[in-house]
């Protein structure tokens, strides 16, 4: 079963620019959730889609938004991006909603804002 | 507010030592514990989990204890191997607000010295 790809893996982007990052889960999956991950705050949660609807957010200003299409691919957008957006970006996929069920995780992509 | 906690952020172990990752967290609704690896370049890969009513749980060269009173987790890896150097996240699960919530840690680094 191929595993969790995201797409790009990595960006270079300006400050007040966008950016819509792509994650394709595990077949079959239909939860997809995203993380924040920065040196000293670790993993955190920023929402989680399942079956095309956001089922859960994290403490994330409204600049973070997402969308799961129908065949659960999912996909984040950043608008006006700040210094601070600088992360690695992760997405997670599970075969139900992600407290119930084992995640599955992507590779990243690595967001730089300068 | 981190709920779960992760206060070594690393560890360094000698190959064919035991090595000993905490945790601890602060929400007595937590039901559900796991442990993820992440290598470099490469998503966080589940590794171990320990349901809340259990206070070990073994898997080949991993152990994880939970010490409810206490509220504290940890991985134990025995014994330590090169390949085992990585970051491991600590997880916890619980039901808010109608639905299920994954927390992580930051994070500890760990090496294994060959």
């Known amino acids: 079963k191929a595993g969790v790809t995201q797409t790009p893996r990595y960006l270079i982007k300006t400050r007040g620019q966008q950016v819509t990052l792509s994650c394709s889960p595990i077949s079959g999956h239909r939860s997809v959730s995203w993380y924040q991950q920065t040196p000293g705050q670790g993993l955190q949660f920023l929402f989680e889609?399942?079956?095309?609807?956001?089922?859960n957010k994290g403490n994330f200003p409204g600049r973070f938004s997402g969308r799961q299409f129908s065949n659960s691919r999912s996909e984040m957008n950043v608008s006006t991006l700040e210094l601070g957006d600088s992360a690695l970006y992760l997405c997670?996929?599970?075969?139900?909603?992600?407290?119930?069920?084992?995640?599955?995780f992507g590779p990243g992509t690595r967001l730089t804002v300068t | 507010d981190q709920q779960v906690k992760q206060n070594s952020p690393s560890l360094s172990v000698q190959e064919g030592r035991i090595s000993i990752l905490n945790c601890d967290y602060t929400?007595?609704?937590?039901?559900?514990f796991l442990w993820y690896k992440k290598y470099p370049a490469e998503g966080p890969t589940f590794l171990i989990s320990i349901s809340s009513i259990k206070d070990k749980n073994e898997d080949g060269r991993f152990t994880v204890f939970l010490n409810k009173s206490a509220k504290h987790l940890s991985l134990h890896i025995v014994p330590s191997q090169p390949g085992d150097s990585a970051v491991y996240f600590c997880a916890a699960t619980s039901f808010s607000g109608g639905y299920q919530k994954v927390t992580f840690g930051i994070g500890t680094k760990l090496q294994v010295i060959p």
């Open positions: 929400n007595s609704m937590f039901d559900y």
């Open positions: 889609y399942f079956s095309e609807t956001q089922r």
């Open positions: 997670a996929s599970s075969q139900g909603l992600a407290g119930a069920y084992e995640q599955y």
